[in-house]
């Protein structure tokens, strides 16, 4: 099942739309987060992972 979700985000003072997209299947747990200079897609795994957990949530 894949879904697309528009978000924005900001730049400095300039406002920027993001397109999300979602793709969940059976099989092995994974995360991947691409379109991102390589340092920001590290840190931001790991903001994405704390904010699920620290949602109450489980993450695989």
């Known amino acids: 099942m894949s879904i697309e979700i528009i978000s924005a985000t900001h730049n400095g003072l300039d406002g920027m739309l993001v397109n999300v997209e979602v793709d969940i299947n ?7 987060i691409v379109g991102l200079p390589d340092a920001s897609v590290k840190e931001s ?4 992972r704390s904010a699920i957990v620290n949602s109450g949530y489980e993450f695989p």
Do not use: H, I, L, T
Not at 26 to 32: D, E, I, L
Not at 45 to 48: G, H, N, Q, S
């Open 45 to 48: 795994k790991e903001r994405v």
């Open 26 to 32: 059976k099989g092995m747990p994974s995360f991947s």
